[in-house]
C-alpha cells in the first residue's frame, strides 16, 4: 500500500541515503539559469562546489525583490543555491585556473553558464579538462547554445529575451494585448531542470561505460520544448495559434473565470465522467448529453468551445470560489482557486509533505522553502543549509580536497587566486552573523562556546 | 554565420561537429539498457516524462486502456492528424503502444509479468486505483526488488489531502502554485475586469506544470537509476504536479515570509530587475534588458532623456529597484516605444552600440515573437530546432525534441506515434512468449 511505502516519510528523511552521494559537482555559475542545475544535484547528495569569483562572485546576489532582502541575502540566490561549498577562486590567475583544474581532476560534473570561449579564456574548458579526467560530465548553459548565428554574433540573452523569443509570451496573453512576462524566470528554470535530464542521463552512460560528455543547452531552445502541440499545429495548417488567455485550448472544459467573492477560480473537467459530474454540480445535467458537448473532441471545436465556457463563466460568477472547490470534490472534477503567495504559504498538505519545509540553517535561521519535488522513499533529497558568503568554504575544500598547507593557502590569498567576500550585502554574512560558526575547518577554537554556535 | 567570426570560431566548429543532433544516428544511446512501462492516464506530465526516457533510448512501452489513453483527445480545437490529437502525437515519440484492460485479473496478471521485467513503472492514477488492482509499490517490489516506481499526481502520494480524488490538471495546478496569480497584466487606472477582462492573473500558454512535472520525474528517476547502480536497490518515487511548478518560482514565498508582501502583477515589469520588461511597440511588443545601470542610461538616451532626467548625474542603478520608481518611469518608456515598430528598435540598439554616447554599452532589445516568427528563425533552424521527422505512419510531423545537444549520447527521434496498440503482437511476443492465437483469445476476452 501506498500507506505503508510513505509512513513517516518526512520524520526519516535525514536517516536515509541520498541518491547522488558521492558525486562532486562544479559550478561556475551565474543568476538563476546557472545555480539551479547544481542546487538540484545537491538537493540530492552530490558535493556541490560553488566557484565564485571573489570578492563580487555570483551576480544574483545583487538581485532584490523591490528592495527586499532576507537578512541581506537575495531571496533569488537563498532559493537556487542549497546544499553548496563556497570557494572563492579568482579564474582570471593561472594559479587559480591550476586549481581549478586539481579540482576537476577529482570531480564528476562541472556546469557553467558563461558565454561561449569565457572558459576556454580561463583554460579550464572541455578540452582541457577531459585530457585530466576523461569521466568528466561537462555542461554548458546560456542563451544560443556554442554554435549557430546567434552565438556567434555574441548575442546577450536573459530569461526575459528568451521569453520573447521564443513565441512563449506571445501565446501566454490575451487576444490582441501586449503580451506579459511570466512572473517567474521561467525560460531559465525550465531550462536548468532540462538541463540535469542530460546529466543524469550522461551519468548512466558513465555508470555503463566509464565516459565521459560534453552537453551544451540553450534556454530559449529548452523552452520551445515546452510548447508541444505548437509546432506540429504550425506546420500543418501554416498558421500562428491564436493567444487563449486562460483558457486551455487542449482540454475543454478548462478555464480560469471570476467568482462572486472577487476571487479567480481555475476548472478543467473534460473526462466523460468528469463533465458529467460538473454538469451535474450546474444543475444542467442535460449539457453532458448535448450534441455540441457531449463528445470531447467535439466540445473543443471553436464553434463550441467557447458556448460552454459561457455557460460555466455565469454559473461561476454566482459563487465564491469555496462553493465551487467544494463542489469539484463532490462531484469529481478539478477546481482550485488562483492562489495568491499567503495562501501558498497557509497550505497545511505542502508543509505536511515536506515540500514547503522548514530550513533550520546556522546562517540565515528558520525559513519555509522548497524541497526537491520527487519525494524517493529509499533516498530522499533535502535541504540541509543555505546559501553563504563568496568564499566561505575556501579552508574546508582546500584542505580536504587538495591538502593545502596553511603557508599554500596564504599565499594563494596573497596573490588574489583564493578570496573572500566584498563587504555587501548578499556577498558577505547576515548582520547578526557572529563571525565564526558554521565555518567548518577554521573555527575560533579559543573559543569553545563560539565553536559550538554561541555568543 | 556571419562573415567576421569570432576568436572561439574553432571551439564552436569543434562543438557542432560533435554534437549536431542531425548526426545523432549510429552514436551510443544513454539509456539503451533500460525498460520503462509507462501507465500514465489522461496525464501530459506521464507523457512528457516517459518521452525524455525514451528519446535516450530507454523502451517506453505505453500500457493503454482498451479504447486507448484519453490524453489523445486532448488536441487545440479538436483537431487531428491523420486521426491522433497533436498533443499526444508528438509526445508517443519512439515509444511502443500496447494496450492492456486493468479492470481484469487476466489483464493484471499480464502487467505483472510486465513488471517484473522493468526496470522503471510509471503511473498517474488517483492514489489507492494501484493498490486496488494489487499493483501497488508493496506488492511489486515482491517480485521485482530494483523497480523504480515512479507516481505522478495532483496531489502527491502521502499528505493531509492525498485522498483528494481531483484529476491532475496543467491548468489548475498552475491556479495553486502562487505563479499564475502573480502574472497578468495590472489594471489601468480607473478600470476595473468588466471593462478589461484581459487585466487578470493568467497562465502560461504552454502545458507547463505538467511538462515542470514530468521533468523533475525524469531526473528523479536517473537519480534513483543511479542510486539502484551502486546498489541494486529500487524504491517508489512521488511527484504532485502543483509542487513541481512551484519549485521554479524562486521567490514570492521568501518574500511573504520575510516582509508579509504578497507578490502581485506587474504586468511585462519585473519585480527583482530594471530595466527588465516588456514594452507596446507600433506593431507587436519588445523586451527591454540591460542588468546595469550604464544599459539603462543608454535607453534613456535613445529616448532623448539625456539632458532633461540629467541621466549623466546618475551613479546608482538602486532608486530603480522598486515599483514606484518603475510605474513611474514605464510610461515614458512605452510612450517612446509605441511610436516605433519592433525591428526599428531593434535596429535602434544595435546602432548605438557602435556610434552611441556609451557604445559599445546598449540596452538589449528583443523583439516579442509569435511562434510563426520563431519557427521561421534561421538560428534555431541551423540549430536543428524544428527538424521534422519523418515517421511510417503519420509522415512529416514537427515534434521539438528535448533540447540539451551532446557529443557521446545524442537524443533522437526514430517515429513520433503509434496508434492504440500497434505493437501488441510485438511486445507480447517479445516479452510473455503470447503467440498469434493467445493474442486473439485475448483480444476476444476484452483483455487487449
Known sequence: ?455 | MSAKRPKWAEWADWVRENDDPRMAGPKPEALDDLVVLDLSSQSYAGAYCSSMLAEFGAEVIRVEPPQGDFLRTCTPYGLLHQGEGLNYLTEGRNKYHVTLDLNLEEGRDILRGLAAQADVLLETFPLGTMDTWGLGYEELKKTNPGLIFASITAHGQFGPEANDPMPDYDNVAQAKSGIQYATGAMLPPEEDVATCPWAVSTKAGPWIAWCSAGTFMATGILAALHWRCRTGQGQALDVATTEAYMRLDNYTHIWFQGGGHVTERVGGLDNALWLYCFAPTSDGGVFLGGLRLEMWQAFCDMMGKWDEWEVGEWDSLSPFLNQEAQLKYFPEVAKFTRQHTSEELVRMAVDYSQSGRLAPITTVIAPILSPKEAMEDTNWNERGVFAPTQDPIYGRVVAVQAQHKMTETPIRTKWVCRPVGYDNAFVYRKYLGYGPAHLSQLREQGVL
Not at chain 1, 76 to 104: M, R, S, T, V
Not at chain 1, 185 to 214: C, F, I, N, P, W
Not at chain 1, 333 to 347: H, L, N, P, T, Y
Not at chain 1, 373 to 389: E, G, Y
Open chain 1, 1 to 455: 500500500m501506498a500507506e505503508a511505502t510513505w509512513r513517516d516519510y518526512v520524520r526519516n528523511k535525514g536517516k536515509k541515503p541520498s541518491p547522488l552521494t558521492g558525486l562532486r559537482v562544479l559550478e561556475v555559475c551565474t543568476i538563476v539559469f546557472g545555480p539551479s542545475g547544481p542546487s538540484w544535484l545537491a538537493e540530492m547528495g552530490a558535493e556541490a562546489i560553488k566557484v565564485e569569483i571573489p570578492p563580487l562572485g555570483d551576480l544574483e546576489r545583487d538581485l532584490s525583490c523591490s528592495g527586499f532582502r532576507f537578512k541581506e541575502q537575495s531571496p533569488l540566490f537563498l532559493h537556487d543555491n542549497i546544499n553548496k561549498y563556497y570557494l572563492g577562486l579568482d579564474l582570471h590567475k593561472p594559479e587559480g585556473q591550476e586549481i581549478f583544474c586539481q579540482l576537476a581532476a577529482k570531480a564528476d560534473i562541472i556546469e557553467n553558464n558563461l558565454r561561449p570561449g569565457v572558459m576556454e579564456r580561463f583554460n579550464v574548458d572541455y578540452h582541457k579538462i577531459a585530457k585530466i579526467n576523461p569521466g568528466i560530465i561537462y555542461l554548458e548553459k546560456n542563451g544560443f547554445g556554442q554554435w549557430g548565428p546567434y552565438a556567434e554574433e555574441n548575442r546577450p540573452s536573459n530569461d526575459g529575451a528568451s521569453q520573447a523569443f521564443s513565441g512563449l509570451a506571445w501565446l501566454s496573453t490575451f487576444p490582441g494585448q501586449t503580451p506579459v512576462k511570466q512572473m517567474i524566470y521561467l525560460s531559465d528554470m525550465y531550462g536548468a531542470l532540462l538541463a540535469e535530464v542530460a546529466v543524469l542521463s550522461a551519468l548512466h552512460h558513465r555508470d555503463r561505460t566509464g565516459k565521459g560528455q560534453y552537453i551544451e543547452i540553450s534556454q530559449t531552445e529548452s523552452i520551445m520544448r515546452t510548447m508541444s502541440w505548437i509546432w506540429p499545429y504550425l506546420d500543418i495548417t501554416r498558421q500562428n495559434p491564436a493567444p487563449a488567455g486562460n483558457r486551455d485550448v487542449s482540454v475543454c472544459p478548462a478555464d480560469t473565470f471570476c467568482c462572486a467573492d472577487g476571487s479567480m477560480v481555475s476548472l478543467a473537467a473534460a473526462a466523460p465522467v468528469e463533465f458529467a459530474g460538473l454538469c451535474e454540480a450546474m444543475g444542467h445535467p442535460e449539457l453532458a448529453r448535448d450534441e455540441r458537448f457531449a463528445d470531447h473532441l467535439t466540445r473543443l471545436k471553436e464553434e463550441n468551445a467557447p458556448i460552454l465556457l459561457g455557460i460555466i463563466a455565469e454559473w461561476v460568477a454566482q459563487r465564491p470560489a469555496q462553493e465551487i472547490e467544494n463542489l469539484a470534490r463532490e462531484h469529481g472534477f478539478a477546481a482550485s482557486r488562483v492562489r495568491d503567495a499567503s495562501q501558498v504559504m497557509a497550505d497545511q498538505h505542502i508543509r505536511q509533505r515536506g515540500f514547503m519545509t522548514q530550513v533550520d540553517d546556522a546562517m540565515y535561521g528558520q525559513y519555509r522553502d522548497h524541497e526537491f519535488p520527487v519525494m524517493m522513499s529509499a533516498t530522499p533529497p533535502q535541504k540541509k543549509w543555505a546559501a553563504r558568503p563568496v568564499g566561505f568554504d575556501n579552508e574546508y575544500v582546500m584542505k580536504k580536497l587538495l591538502n593545502t598547507s596553511d603557508k599554500e593557502l596564504k599565499a594563494l590569498y596573497g596573490i588574489g587566486a583564493l578570496g573572500k567576500w566584498a563587504d555587501r550585502p548578499g556577498r558577505r554574512p547576515p548582520p547578526d552573523w557572529d563571525g565564526n560558526s558554521d565555518l567548518i575547518l577554521s573555527r575560533d577554537q579559543a573559543s569553545p562556546q563560539a565553536a559550538r554556535g554561541e555568543k
